[in-house]
């Protein structure tokens, strides 16, 4: 990629996530978990049976900004207002992470072919409640819902 393409890609990616709403950012955050543990899972695929023709360097690197998006996430969390569903969200959050690091450490995909059908119900449960609370903001402005202030 040309660096000028690539420049335009960073600037379009950085005002993207400066005018997302707090909620949005959630779900932009599992989009990037999910992006790179399927790409850290590809080249596991890609690469054979053999560390010699598996693209090590590609795997780690897309398995870490994978971890690294879940660490966002657990990192947002609220528990004083979350209570028992952020301490849950955090068991879970963290055990993708784990297995996200035991699948680049063994360099296997049974791991992240685990946890990706979890992790992509989770990024539409978290965008079907952003458009809920959306719609609920829409009709009683001001208000607090789930915790979130508008």
């Given at each position: 990629m040309k660096s000028s393409s690539r420049d335009a890609q960073y600037k379009y990616l950085e005002t993207s996530i400066l005018?997302?709403?707090?909620?949005?950012?959630?779900?932009?955050?599992?989009?990037?978990?999910?992006?790179?543990?399927?790409?850290?899972?590809?080249?596991?695929?890609?690469?054979?049976?053999?560390?010699?023709?598996?693209?090590?360097?590609?795997?780690?690197?897309?398995?870490?900004?994978?971890?690294?998006?879940?660490?966002?996430?657990?990192?947002?969390?609220?528990?004083?207002?979350g209570g028992e569903v952020a301490r849950n969200l955090f068991r879970l959050y963290e055990w993708w992470h784990h297995e996200l690091v035991m699948a680049n450490m063994e360099k296997q995909g049974d791991r992240i072919e685990t946890i990706l059908p979890h992790m992509v119900t989770m990024r539409e449960t978290w965008a079907e409640a952003v458009r809920k609370f959306r719609a609920e903001r829409r009709q009683q402005p001001g208000s607090m819902v789930a915790g979130l202030s508008a």
């Open positions: 005018s997302s709403s707090r909620e949005e950012l959630i779900v932009k955050c599992m989009d990037i978990a999910i992006l790179f543990a399927k790409k850290g899972l590809d080249k596991i695929r890609s690469g054979g049976d053999s560390y010699a023709t598996m693209d090590i360097h590609g795997i780690s690197d897309s398995l870490q900004r994978s971890q690294q998006a879940l660490t966002v996430l657990m990192g947002s969390l609220n528990f004083e207002i």
